[in-house]
């Protein structure tokens, strides 16, 4: 359930349950293309939401204002500083908190979120705070690389354009029917967690965005099964998240 569309009455008597809650983070920012600018956001919440439903739990509007300088030379991204996304989410994180849930269970979406989530994470006692990308369970990563292999990527990956698919019907593939350039070992090391250089430099680099993803092998029967098999995972990480407070 969404916390937005519940009454204080209904919150309320949740907490006084002992209810935690998920809090979607996601991005604003180019998915190549044929993804939407808010797939990052979209993911985020749709897996909390179909998780919450598994478990009776309660969704957090998302965040979807976060860093991401190096596609701000694409148009329609909208980045913050690190600094500031970390005093937002922090505020919000305590402020939940404050509200009496016992914890909060972040479903994040965008790579670039997790340096600042984790100093949160680190100056929140009590493992009250536990911060998840979707993708990263096991079963989500086995189907990611069965489905899609080293196409997958970094950025704009078929696996996110599939479950934005599945939710909101294909777009064109424009110029992602061609494969994009594929990445070496080496790159994806040295810039995980979106470690991309300047927006000059770095759409010079991937002029259509995606970042050694190939968007169009995605349809939205994987997307289908992509956010199930998420959402499964994240449900039972938040159940055990939730009972051991």
């Known amino acids: 359930m969404k916390l937005e569309h519940m009454t204080w009455y209904e919150v309320n008597t949740r907490i006084n349950a002992g209810a935690a809650v998920l809090l979607p983070v996601g991005s604003t920012e180019q998915h190549g293309p044929m993804g939407r600018i808010g797939t990052d956001t979209i993911c985020a919440e749709a897996v909390a939401l179909a998780a919450a439903r598994q478990c009776e739990g309660i969704v957090a ?35 939940l908190l404050k509200q009496g849930f016992v914890g909060v269970f972040i479903v994040n979406g965008h790579g670039a979120n997790l340096a600042p989530l984790r100093q949160i994470e680190s100056e929140i006692a009590g493992g009250q705070l536990l911060i998840r990308s979707w993708w990263e369970p096991n079963a989500v990563n086995v189907l990611r690389q069965q489905l899609y292999g080293d196409w997958e990527g970094m950025h704009a990956t078929p696996s996110e354009i599939a479950i934005t698919q599945s939710l909101l019907g294909p777009l064109p593939a424009n110029q992602a029917a061609e494969p994009p350039q594929k990445l070496s070992a080496e790159y994806i090391r040295d810039h995980a967690g979106d470690r991309h250089g300047p927006p000059d430099e770095h759409r010079a ?5 995606r970042v050694g993803s190939h968007s169009a092998l995605a349809n939205p029967q994987d997307g289908e099964r992509l956010l199930a098999i998420a959402a499964a995972a994240i449900a039972a990480e938040f159940r055990a998240f939730e009972q051991g407070l």
Do not use: C, H, K, Q
């Open 61 to 95: 509007p998302a965040l979807a204002y976060t860093p991401a300088p190096f596609n701000t030379g694409f148009p329609g991204t909208v980045s913050i500083s690190a600094e500031t996304f970390r005093t937002i989410a922090d505020e919000v994180i305590r402020g």
């Open 205 to 209: 680099d991937f002029p259509d965005g």
